[in-house]
């Protein structure tokens, strides 16, 4: 624990094929996470005509944006209730008849997906380590072989097969 007896900031940075990472300020981008990102784009891949390769690797880094700036219409719609409620005790469905309001939410679900990483957190502090992390997975996809020489690809420590 760090001095003082806080808890050191963190949140988790989301990659394709369930590769996680827990952000700190002090986050490192190791080997051991380029090996996971290797694993990870070479299992998405699998089974893909060479010749789609790089709409696969487009692909993956696209979803790298989508597992982390979420845009849900359900959680767009719920936060706007509870702040109605919030601000004005009260929340009635005729609020939805005002295309003011539709066009706000369609708005704030736009700028979510359009966030730029060094805004990820909103916590600098986080936000720099996070954009490392998701560079160096783009590094790895892009480098990633056009065609699948399998002795090529390291998996673990050892050449895949």
């Not at 007896?5 to 590769?19: A, E």
């Amino acid at each position: 624990m760090p001095k003082g007896g806080r808890d050191m900031k963190s949140k988790v940075l989301y990659f394709p094929r369930d590769v996680e990472v827990r952000i700190t300020p002090k986050s490192i981008v190791t080997d051991e996470f380029r090996q996971q990102i290797r694993d990870s784009f070479r299992d998405y891949t699998y089974g893909t005509r060479e010749d789609y390769r790089y709409q696969d690797k487009l692909a993956y880094i696209n979803l790298i944006r989508e597992e982390n700036f979420k845009v849900d219409a359900e959680d767009l719609i719920n936060e706007y209730i509870k702040d109605q409620i919030w601000n004005q005790g009260e929340f009635s469905l005729d609020n939805f008849k005002d295309f003011e309001t539709l066009g706000t939410l369609i708005n704030a679900s736009i700028d979510r997906s359009l966030k730029d990483w060094h805004h990820w957190s909103g916590d600098h502090h986080l936000d720099e380590p996070a954009c490392r992390f998701v560079l160096a997975a783009i590094e790895e996809v892009m480098n990633y072989p056009e065609a699948d020489k399998q002795h090529e690809i390291k998996e673990g420590g050892k050449y895949h097969e």
